[in-house]
């Protein structure tokens, strides 16, 4: 076991109260399909950043429309790992996100994780609920961890890809955009992203909001972001950077839906495991940053 | 000579004569699957650059497993465009590329045609052969245009794709690498290039020759290089460049051959219609190239 979950486990007569001084929280922005069998090292990582044996986790799988079986998955995940309570908040209409009972359990709880399914679905049950404004506030002020997968990880940003193509040239009508959760607004996630070869279709979404940064994250794979905008990666796969900050010209704005999009001057990075990058320096970790 | 090589003389007293002065020579590096029936833009930019009604052309078929019928396509559709003398020059074993009846005819040709097929095929008969060399060059001192479209594009360069997998991330048996034709040594070509997803393989072969540059062209999409290295692009799609000079990070060399790659600090420029570069300065034509 690693020294720093033994170190949790001391930790742990700590009953009752928040999340453990120690742990750190982050968010865990996931590719889709991570390990849930073996080294289930992503969700490891996050049930650690949660509080380890502390862990008090929410479960949302609003986004899939078998809430109730991919919810119990995860439920038996944590807790084999051995996590003090779990709860599915299996939130199927809106109005139940304003249900005080489960606000409640938010405000205890040390971590959230949101499944996979439809990005549109998830946001449409949560975009602007107390509840969902109550995790934000928490992540925000470092009280809390969060991870999402798939669509889980897909509304992130502020701006979120809906759905596209592929095979195609990068071109405005490859990708569907439409409004995230915005818990790290800077970025627009793709996932699932060499898998489903869905680098036009972020560029196409780059080209439409250049101030954004491009991130695309691969099947078990995650860009864990601390809350200094250091990302760091694990996983089996790779994190794609677009950053269009020196975009010297793009012909977004005067193309027709189908033409191919220019794009100049993007810097990209091909991050694997370990590697790390800091969001609003934009820059990986060297002695350069 | 095989029945299946087709000689057109249709204005043979002009034989002899070289390109007419006023026409520029160039490479076109075509994506594949271009244009053969309305505008045919490229195949017919490919023509004016071979002297238009002037035009004496060869077309190598070797690539292809049925040279005979893809020949006599391209035969048509120049014929049509009205050039003056078309030959395929159907090479199907190293041997007739030491014919010097065949090399007459480069030497006395205004253009060369490379067609679609297999790279590794295409090279295997070709490569090193004095037909080859003599093409080679003509080339290079701007005697004559020469153009190629899929695998006819992939062995332009000195490292060439021969073939390689998509849907991971980069990594490096996600590509297989062989000695390409060496016509624009400096690059590595890949083609049908959105449309088939090859984006992680271009990187994949980027990651492997860092002092290279990698240009990916979709299909019935041409960068045409121009003597002094100026690339402009055509077509329907775009071009992909992928610019390794400032790669300030890469585990290539140390990476297992399925392990995901870093890549950090790529410069990638998605081009479309018109969209100018240089290839020795690695700009983009504006103010400050």
Same mark, same amino acid.
């Given at each position: 076991?690693?020294?720093?979950?033994?170190?949790?486990?001391?930790e742990?007569?700590?009953?009752?109260?928040? %999340?453990?001084?120690?742990?750190?929280?982050?968010?865990?922005?996931? *590719?889709?399909?991570e390990?849930?069998?073996? /080294?289930?090292?992503?969700? =490891?990582t996050?049930?650690?950043?949660c509080?380890s044996?502390?862990?008090?986790i929410?479960?949302?799988?609003?986004?899939?429309?078998?809430?109730?079986?991919i919810?119990?998955?995860y439920v038996?995940?944590?807790?084999? +790992? /051995?996590?003090?309570?779990?709860?599915?908040?299996?939130?199927?209409?809106?109005?139940?996100?304003e249900?005080?009972e489960?606000?409640?359990y938010?405000?205890?709880?040390?971590?959230?994780?949101?499944? /996979?399914?439809?990005?549109?679905?998830?946001?449409?049950?949560?975009?602007?609920?107390?509840?969902?404004?109550?995790?934000?506030?928490?992540?925000?002020?470092?009280?809390?961890t969060?991870?999402?997968?798939?669509?889980?990880?897909?509304v +992130?940003?502020?701006? %979120?890809?809906?759905g /596209?193509?592929?095979?195609?040239?990068?071109?405005?009508?490859?990708?569907?955009?439409?409004?995230?959760?915005?818990?790290?607004?800077?970025?627009i996630?793709?996932? =699932?992203?060499?898998?489903?070869?869905? %680098?036009?279709?972020?560029m196409?979404?780059?080209?439409a =909001?250049?101030?954004?940064?491009?991130?695309?994250?691969d099947?078990?794979?995650?860009? %864990?972001?601390?809350?200094?905008?250091?990302?760091?990666?694990? *996983?089996?796969?790779?994190?794609t950077?677009?950053?269009?900050?020196?975009?010297s #010209?793009?012909?977004?704005?005067?193309? *027709?839906?189908?033409?191919p999009?220019?794009?100049?001057?993007?810097?990209?990075?091909?991050?694997? #495991?370990?590697?790390? #990058?800091?969001?609003?320096k934009?820059?990986?970790?060297?002695?350069d940053?």
């Amino acid at each position: 076991m690693p020294k720093s979950h033994i170190m949790l486990q001391l930790e742990s007569q700590h009953h009752g109260t928040r %999340m453990p001084q120690s742990t750190k929280t982050a968010i865990l922005v996931i *590719g889709g399909a991570e390990d849930k069998v073996h /080294g289930r090292e992503i969700l =490891h990582t996050f049930f650690g950043r949660c509080g380890s044996v502390d862990a008090r986790i929410a479960i949302i799988p609003s986004a899939s429309r078998e809430p109730a079986i991919i919810g119990e998955r995860y439920v038996n995940i944590f807790q084999d +790992m /051995g996590a003090k309570e779990l709860r599915v908040l299996d939130i199927r209409d809106r109005a139940q996100a304003e249900d005080s009972e489960l606000q409640s359990y938010i405000e205890d709880c040390t971590g959230v994780f949101m499944t /996979g399914g439809d990005q549109l679905r998830l946001c449409g049950l949560l975009a602007d609920t107390p509840l969902m404004e109550k995790v934000r506030q928490r992540v925000q002020q470092g009280e809390i961890t969060l991870a999402g997968t798939s669509a889980g990880a897909a509304v +992130m940003g502020h701006h %979120m890809i809906a759905g /596209g193509g592929s095979g195609e040239s990068p071109n405005r009508s490859l990708v569907d955009m439409a409004t995230g959760l915005g818990l790290i607004p800077e970025i627009i996630v793709d996932q =699932h992203f060499h898998n489903r070869n869905r %680098m036009a279709r972020l560029m196409s979404a780059v080209a439409a =909001h250049p101030e954004r940064l491009g991130i695309g994250i691969d099947e078990d794979t995650c860009a %864990m972001f601390e809350r200094d905008g250091m990302l760091q990666v694990m *996983g089996k796969g790779t994190v794609t950077i677009i950053d269009p900050a020196e975009l010297s #010209y793009t012909n977004h704005n005067e193309a *027709g839906a189908t033409d191919p999009l220019s794009l100049h001057n993007l810097r990209v990075h091909i991050l694997s #495991y370990g590697d790390r #990058y800091h969001l609003h320096k934009r820059c990986l970790i060297s002695p350069d940053c």
